[in-house]
């Protein structure tokens, strides 16, 4: 019985060699691409959105007739990219933690106004974020 010659088997095993180093590459570079459209994405979100800590610009107001509460914030979007579909979570010393959506979007330098109503209670922290940013900023209520 005969076997393969070492050099037919050694240009196999090159060859098998480069394939699996290509495939590789191909991954290689779709990962790292991948990441830097991440890693850009991440780096518009950084600082994009000021919230005024100052009064009047961070109020809680509360109605004894209706015994509920409206929390108002004033957000800037200080990035260059639009910031979508911002939303916020809320978190209360007893009621625990809230999801808001407001489904507005804010340009770059645009400001606003976020209202908040039908709050049982004063608010001990709000979180901000959009659809393309995890985290947009955080403020606990005085």
């Known amino acids: 019985m005969k ?8 240009v196999i095993l090159i060859a098998l060699t480069l394939a699996i180093a290509g495939v590789f590459s191909l991954w290689a570079t ?3 691409q991948t990441r830097q459209v991440q890693f850009e994405e991440q780096l ?3 600082n994009a959105l000021e919230i005024d800590r100052k009064a009047p610009s961070l109020t809680y107001s509360f109605d004894n007739e209706t015994e509920m509460g409206s929390l108002n914030v004033i957000v800037i979007n200080k990035g260059s990219a639009m910031l979508e579909n911002l939303k916020a979570i809320i ?3 007893t009621q625990g933690v809230k ?7 804010l340009n770059p330098g645009e400001g606003r106004a976020l209202v908040i109503q039908e709050n049982p209670e004063k608010p001990l922290r709000v979180r901000l974020f959009s ?4 985290l947009l ?6």
């Open 99 to 105: 999801n808001y959506d407001f489904g507005i979007s």
């Open 91 to 93: 978190t209360y010393p």
């Open 30 to 32: 779709s990962f790292v």
């Open 3 to 10: 076997g393969i010659s070492p050099i037919i088997a050694s």
């Open 44 to 46: 518009q979100c950084m």
């Open 137 to 142: 900023g955080e403020v606990d209520i005085p």
């Open 131 to 134: 659809d393309k940013c995890s």
